[in-house]
Structure formats: C-alpha cells, structure tokens
C-alpha cells in the first residue's frame, strides 16, 4: 500500500519562492493540502494573498481555502522585501486574473480550527514567511502544539543572514513570533540559509522547467527566472536559491535534507543581531532542545522531485 499523505498547512507571504512552494504543495501525491495562510512579509498582505489566490487559479486549486492573515509582525512595522520580489510580490510573473475565492476566515482561526479538527500528530506546519500566523495560532489556542505533528520553517541560519549580517529575512521580520515558534515544545525542523543556498536554480533547472509547457511549468520558470534577476542585482548571486520550495521539498522527502538537533533561541535585544538565530550544537549543552536544524541538501534528488511535481501539476 501507498504511505498515507500528510497532511499541511502552507502559511506564506508570495513571494516568488513562496510560488514554488505552493506548487509543489499542491502537486505532490506525498502532501494533503488543507489549506494555504498568507501573511504579511515579502509584501504587504494584500498582495501576497492577491498573488496567493492567482497561483491558486493557474493550479485549479479548488476546495482548499486560502485565508489572510495577520498584516503585520507583533511588535515592530512591516518591511516588505520589494527589492526582491517587486512591489507585486512576484514581479516578472504573468498571473491570470484571481477565480479562486479568498476564504472568510482568518488564518489564524482557520489553523486552530483544522489542526484541532483532525486527529494528533497528523497535520504538518510549513511557515515560508514571517511566523505571526503561528506564533498568534499557539497564543490563541495553546493545545494545538500536542497535537501538530512538526512545524517545518523556512528560515533563520547558523551565524549567516541576509536581511543583516546575522539574521535571515523572515526572522528578522517578526523574532518576537519566531522566539514564541521555537519555545514550544514541538519538534521545528529549521530551513535556514545554510541549507537553501544549496538549492540554487541553475541554467540548467530552468532548461528542464522550460521544457514543462503547462501552466504549473511556465509559472515556476518565470518565478525563477524573475528571481535570478534580482538575485543578481541585489545579492551577487549567480544564481537564485529557491528558499521555501526546500521546506516543501523535506516534508515531500525527509531524505533529501540532512539534520541535526540542536537547541536555537532568536536574539530579540542585540543591536547588531536582533533577528539571528543562535543555534547550539554543542555535544553537552544543557538543554538539546526540540529543533532540527537543517545542515545539507541533495541537489540532485531534490531538483528531480520539484521538476517531477512540477510536471505532474499540468
């Protein structure tokens, strides 16, 4: 018999990454969607559930409902990263008009409402942007940390960053909700930069993607291509890391991502580090902690897997 799919909830902020990830949540028979969240972070939350609800439309996405959530971080004002994504949140992609229908609820009541519907262990978290939307799910409503299987996020680093020195975007976006995230007591497997910048989309992955002519396959090209662009006017990258679509890719296949425990707190107080996750992994700390971080990637397999999904989409 086929494994059982698991069951998630995808929370992000689209995002030209964040696009990819709803694809390949979408078209994985590994991945149950129940629902996707949006969040203020790489643009404002209009425009990221805007853009949420236009992937949503050239997937067919229908029956899974897409619900806004919180438009800002707890503490501080949003900064959006339009340097990045473009004041669209996916610039450099052609989106059809939205026939996918936001849901009325708001994300946060909708994530307490599906994981205390559903039985314990069987629903997966996989936050891609800022984590408001969960850190306001466990204040809300305490008990859903029994009962969530595992929260897999993208963000954070171990002593790298990109929004500063030392803390990756999304943390730095809202630390306050991501000191609330990792204090639980459920297991986080941790995405961070050190793992994602091992993902990056080479000419070559665009070449396969180009040859996918389907809409899911145009869609992810642009995504990427649109990406590199700013990758490499912003950050001198060669080529674009696909940060988000490798916390689906892990939860799709544990297999393509090597991890190890490791206690990690968010500095909320540094002048120069507020934002940075402090990941201890030394072999006596006091307090091992319940995080998995995210340590190396098999390119190859996960490269095979998002073109795979990708194709499967139409």
Known sequence: MAPMARRII??????????????????????????????????????????????????????????????RPLVQPLRTAEHVHGSSGLDGVDLPPASVQ????????????????HDPGTITLIPTGPLTNIAMAVRREPRIVGRVAEVV????????????????????????????????SWRVVMIGLDLTHQALATPEVLTRLAAIETGSGRLVEQALTALGRAYR?????????????????????????????????????????????VVDTRPDAPNPGTTLVATQLDRQRF??????????CG
């Open 303 to 312: 490269w095979d897997v998002v073109i795979e999904t990708v194709r499967r």
């Open 153 to 184: 996020l993208m963000g954070g680093g171990r002593a790298t960053g990109n929004a500063t020195a030392v803390a990756e975007f999304n943390i730095w976006t809202d630390p306050e909700a991501a000191h609330i995230v990792f204090g639980e």
């Open 10 to 71: 995808l929370d992000c902020d689209p995002g030209h990454d964040d696009a990819v990830a709803l694809v390949l949540a979408h078209g994985s028979p590994a991945l149950d969607l129940l629902a996707v969240t949006t969040v203020g972070g790489n643009q404002t939350l209009d425009k990221v559930t805007h853009n949420a609800l236009s992937v949503a439309t050239v997937l067919g996405l229908n029956g899974v409902p897409v619900a806004a959530g919180c438009d």
């Open 233 to 277: 006017a912003n950050r001198g990258f060669p080529h674009p890391p696909v940060h988000d679509a490798c916390a689906v890719g892990y939860v799709i296949d544990p297999g393509l991502v090597t991890t190890r425990r490791a206690r990690v707190e968010v500095e909320l107080t540094g002048r120069h580090t507020r934002g940075m996750t």
């Open 102 to 117: 936001p849901d009325p609820r708001h994300a946060v009541d909708l994530i307490v409402e599906l994981v205390m519907s």
